[in-house]
């Protein structure tokens, strides 16, 4: 049946990839952040702490709509989904707000980060690991549309 297909398991080991690689990504970065005063990457940690939310969402959305639960659990899914999207946009515009902040008492008190190579290496295997997941995720994610769908063909 589609809910076992292997496109379901690899769609969710793409999901356990990100909230591993996130909470990672998150602890290291606020970390360094810290032991480097350096308000960009704390702020990069908090961001992806709330991706982490995000990925968590997904993660259980894949689980409820392959699992094929009950109406009533999709509806609570959907509505945890609306909170949660409301809740990370709310804390998006807080991190937006603690930067500006911090940034301006950084240019008054003229304030400068150390240097942090954590950090670096943090942000280096970002830039080069993401884009690769998100590739993995959008050719499952296509896999997915039309093994449920039944598509023949697909256009990118």
Do not use: C, N
Not at 48 to 76: H, N, P, Q
């Amino acid at each position: 049946m589609f809910v076992d297909s292997p496109k379901i398991r690899s769609a969710l080991r793409l999901e356990i990839v990100t909230i591993v690689w996130m909470v990672i990504e998150a602890a290291v970065a606020v970390g360094a952040g810290i032991a480097a005063r350096s308000l960009l990457l704390v702020a990069f940690g908090i961001d992806s702490a709330i991706e982490l939310a995000s990925a968590v969402i997904v993660f259980r959305r894949f689980r409820f709509e392959f699992a094929e639960k009950s109406e009533s659990a999709r509806r609570s899914t959907t509505e945890i989904e609306y909170k949660t999207a409301r809740i990370a946009g709310y804390l998006l515009f807080l991190l937006s707000a603690y930067v500006f902040l911090q940034a301006i008492f950084g240019l008054m008190t003229r304030h400068a980060a150390e240097t942090s190579p954590v950090g670096i290496a943090v942000a280096i295997v970002a830039a080069l690991g993401m884009p690769l997941l998100a590739r993995a995720k959008r050719a499952s994610l296509l896999g997915l549309t039309v093994a449920r769908f039944g598509l023949t063909r697909w256009r990118q």
